[in-house]
C-alpha cells in the first residue's frame, strides 16, 4: 500500500494503470511455460489445455461483468460484443480438437484439467475474479480488463502468426485464417469486418478513455487506489497460470508441437518459428508473459514487434 499511495492519484487511471504495474514486472520469475508458448514449442495437447485455462478466466470475467453492466466504473468500458473472448476460446478448443463445441469439456484433456480439481493457480484466480464480483464495491474487476483485453489487443496478433505455424493452422480453409485461432480476432469498434492493427490502435484508445472516465468516476481516491493495486494482482495472477503448464517429457522434445515426428521434414521445419520467435534463455516472464497477458514491456526487453505496443 505505501508504494501504491507514492502514485499521484490525480492523474488519470491508464497512466496510474501502466505505472502501477511496473513492480509486478520486476517480481516475476523465469517461465518456461511462457518461452515454449511464446516459442511455438508447446505441444499441442498442453496449448489445448492453456487455452482451456484462459476459458475459465474469460468466463469468470466475463460473468462478473456482465453482472456489473451498469455499475458507474465498469460501465464505460463494458463491450461484450467487441471484447468477449469466451466464446471464441471455446470455438477455438473445439475446432482444435475436432469435437463439437458442446462437447469438449468431456474430452479426456479438460478431465485431466479438472481431476480432482482445477490447477490450484488457476482456482486462486477464479477465486478472486468472483470475490470481486459479490464485492460491494466491484469496480476492480476494471483492472482484470485492462490485463487481459488491452493485452489480447496488444501482442496477440504475434501470438497468432506463432500459434498458426506451430500448429499449421494457417493451411486451414479458404476462411481458415482465424479457425483455431479466433480468441486473437477481433471486430472492428464500430463495424462487423475483422480489425486492422489500425483499427486495434482506436479499440485500445476508446478503452483507455474508457478508464480514465471510470477514473473520474471513483468516489474517492481509495477506490482508485484499490483498480491500480488490482492491476498488479491480477499480473500475478496471470504468470501464475504459466506455472501451470505442464513441461513436455524428454522424450518429446524430439516431437513438433503438432506431435508429428521429426522425421516428417515438412513438420520438422517450422523451426522457422523457434529461430523467429523463440525469447532468449533468462528473460524474466514479465517480459515473455507481457505480449500474452499484458502487452507490456519492460526495459531489458530486447524483442521488438512493430504490433506490439505497450498497453498505456
Known amino acids: 500500500m505505501a508504494k501504491a499511495l507514492l502514485f499521484d492519484l490525480t492523474l488519470p487511471l491508464a497512466i496510474l494503470l501502466r505505472e502501477g504495474t511496473k513492480q ?14 511464446l516459442g511455438g514449442k508447446l505441444p499441442k495437447d498442453e496449448y489445448i489445455r492453456f487455452l482451456m485455462m484462459l476459458w475459465y478466466v474469460y468466463n ?4 462478473a461483468l456482465d453482472k456489473h453492466a451498469a455499475y458507474p466504473t465498469l460501465e464505460p468500458t463494458y463491450n461484450p460484443t467487441l471484447l468477449a473472448r469466451a466464446p471464441a476460446l471455446s470455438a477455438d478448443i473445439s475446432y482444435l480438437l ?7 469439456k468431456s474430452h479426456p484433456i479438460h478431465q485431466d ?23 460491494p464495491d466491484p469496480s476492480p474487476l476494471l483492472a482484470h480488463s485492462y490485463v487481459r483485453y488491452l493485452g489480447d489487443l496488444s501482442g496477440g496478433q504475434s501470438i497468432r502468426r506463432i500459434v498458426s505455424k506451430a500448429y499449421g493452422l494457417e493451411e486451414d480453409g ?4 482465424e479457425l483455431g485461432v479466433s480468441f486473437y480476432v477481433f471486430k472492428e469498434l464500430r463495424g462487423s469486418k475483422e480489425a486492422s492493427i489500425g483499427e486495434m490502435k482506436r479499440i485500445k484508445d476508446w478503452f483507455r478513455d474508457g478508464m480514465n472516465l471510470a ?11 484499490a483498480i491500480v493495486e488490482e492491476a498488479s494482482n491480477a499480473f500475478r495472477l496471470n504468470m501464475g497460470l504459466f ?17 508429428s515426428s521429426t522425421s516428417d521434414k515438412r513438420k520438422a521445419e517450422p523451426s522457422e518459428v523457434d529461430k523467429t520467435n523463440e525469447p532468449k534463455a533468462g528473460w524474466p516472464v514479465s517480459s515473455v508473459a507481457a505480449v500474452i497477458a499484458a502487452g507490456m514491456w519492460s526495459k531489458s526487453c530486447s524483442y521488438v514487434d512493430t504490433e506490439l505496443t505497450p498497453i498505456a
Open 243 to 259: 506455472s501451470a503448464i505442464r513441461m513436455p517429457a524428454q522424450d518429446e522434445s524430439k516431437s513438433t508441437p503438432n506431435g
Open 98 to 104: 475436432d469435437v463439437p463445441e458442446d462437447a469438449w
Open 174 to 177: 479458404q476462411e481458415g485464417k
Open 60 to 63: 469468470a470475467i466475463e460473468a
Open 24 to 37: 509486478a514486472h520486476t517480481e516475476a520469475e523465469t517461465s518456461q511455460g511462457a518461452r515454449l508458448l
Open 215 to 225: 477514473g473520474e468516476r471513483c468516489v474517492d481516491d481509495n477506490a482508485k487506489l
Open 113 to 135: 484439467l479438472v481431476t480432482p480439481s482445477l490447477p490450484p493457480a488457476l482456482q486462486t484466480y477464479i477465486t478472486r475474479l468472483r470475490t470481486l464480483a459479490n464485492s
